[in-house]
């Protein structure tokens, strides 16, 4: 859902389309849905975490804006912006789910460097 909204965020904000505002909150409610899914199972504090990872990624549509304004410096900045918070929270989910059954995961030397 997450990604379909994005698009649509993206098509309403470059076309002019009037249904842009209901359009980005469904996008944004998509990150406190994500992290709410996740309290369960992991906690509070984990899923306010996750939430709070999920929110940084909010500038995919000033990434688009950079590119339709024709300012590819700006855009590749945010894309390069974008891909760190990515690569952080492939991080903090590898390490919630290897925390949460550890048994699972062969332990390999240096391989809790990347999970305080």
Known sequence: ?????TRLSIVSFAGELPDLAPTLQRLF???????NSFKPFFGERT??????LLKHLDGT????T????????????????AHDHILAMA????????KKFPDQFKKNPGQDAICP
């Open 66 to 81: 950079h590119r339709l304004e024709g300012d590819f410096e700006a855009d590749i900045q945010d894309y390069d912006e």
């Open 91 to 98: 991080d903090f989910l590898s390490c919630g789910i290897i």
């Open 1 to 5: 859902m997450a990604a379909l909204a």
């Open 61 to 64: 549509l000033e990434e688009a």
């Open 47 to 52: 899923g306010n975490e996750l939430t709070a």
């Open 29 to 35: 409610r998509n990150q406190e849905d994500l992290g």
